[in-house]
């Protein structure tokens, strides 16, 4: 009888064909498919001739799931996670369920494959030595500024997944915080027909998008190259304090906005106040 065990599998992201010859083995072999969607799901195991049972993981039953899962795995069974696209638990449910399963001191075993933000980067043609993965950005736009915000500095490229209903606001929150002269690419249903790179300035790749509705369909995952390394001298403000300045500049005088700003980042107030001059 084969040990227990939650396989954690990768599925396609677009093109069928990238399930690996693995996981079509251990999706009919195992007893019980947990899936974010066994709709979606189902068609990907229709597709491979699978028969195995479905039930669904989702973010708002995963905890009652776990139990169930552990259940099974208690009996001897052997149990896999999907997710509707890609490897789970990356901006998608699936944390709890595996941390449980490994508290109750089952083995959880991956089977590697694709994965969005891996796939763009390693086309996207941006530095991928050093890279941060963010995923998706809070809805509300005060939210989404403010953790681009704390990403200002970051000298690895960020990686960000994108929607359809927001990408264009996510672009103009970008150029606002990171410059319009940032460069960026962004890749938009990989694996699929109509998968496209573009690259260039954050200005540039807003205004392509603007110009051509069809280029703001599908899922996206956005890079953005990271800032400039910061040579630290007397006269020099980074890129995080000038971001802070520029938005209580935006509601507050001159004066009392640099003061607030040299409060909240340690850079002299005077040279604050001399940067919103020059600007102005």
Not at 59 to 68: C, F, K, L, S, W
Not at 184 to 191: N, S, Y
Request: with cysteine; net charge negative; hydrophobic share 45%.
């Amino acid at each position: 009888m084969a040990e227990p065990v939650l396989y954690v599998i990768a599925t396609p992201i677009g093109n069928l064909g990238d399930l690996s010859a693995r996981a079509v083995s251990l999706l009919g072999e195992v007893d019980l498919i947990a899936a974010e969607d066994t709709r979606h799901t189902g068609r990907l195991l229709a597709y491979f001739n699978i028969k195995s049972t479905l039930i669904s993981v989702h973010d708002h039953n995963e905890v009652a799931r776990a139990e169930m899962i552990i259940d099974q795995l208690s009996q001897g069974k052997r149990v896999a996670l999907v997710s509707d696209a890609g490897t789970p638990l990356i901006s998608d449910p699936g944390y709890a369920l595996v941390r449980r399963v490994r508290e109750a001191g089952y083995q959880v075993s991956p089977v590697p494959g694709c994965c969005a933000f891996v796939a763009a980067l390693s086309a996207a043609g941006l530095p991928s030595d050093r890279f941060m993965f963010i995923g998706f950005l809070p809805a509300r736009r005060q939210a989404r500024l403010k953790s681009l915000e704390e990403l200002v500095g970051q000298s690895c490229t960020l990686v960000f997944y994108e929607s359809t209903h927001r990408i264009l606001d996510s672009l103009q929150d970008m150029i606002e915080v990171f410059g319009p002269a940032r460069e960026a690419v962004v890749a938009r249903e990989l694996t699929k027909t109509f998968e496209t790179f573009r690259q260039g300035a954050l200005a540039e790749l807003l205004a392509w998008m603007q110009a051509d509705s069809n280029q703001q369909k599908g899922e996206f995952v956005v890079l953005v190259r990271g800032a400039e390394p910061v040579v630290p001298d007397d006269e020099s403000v980074d890129p995080r304090s000038e971001a802070v300045l520029r938005l209580l500049a935006d509601e507050l005088p001159p004066k009392k906005a640099a003061a607030l700003a040299a409060q909240i980042t340690g850079v002299h107030k005077k040279r604050l106040y001399e940067l919103l001059l020059q600007r102005s």
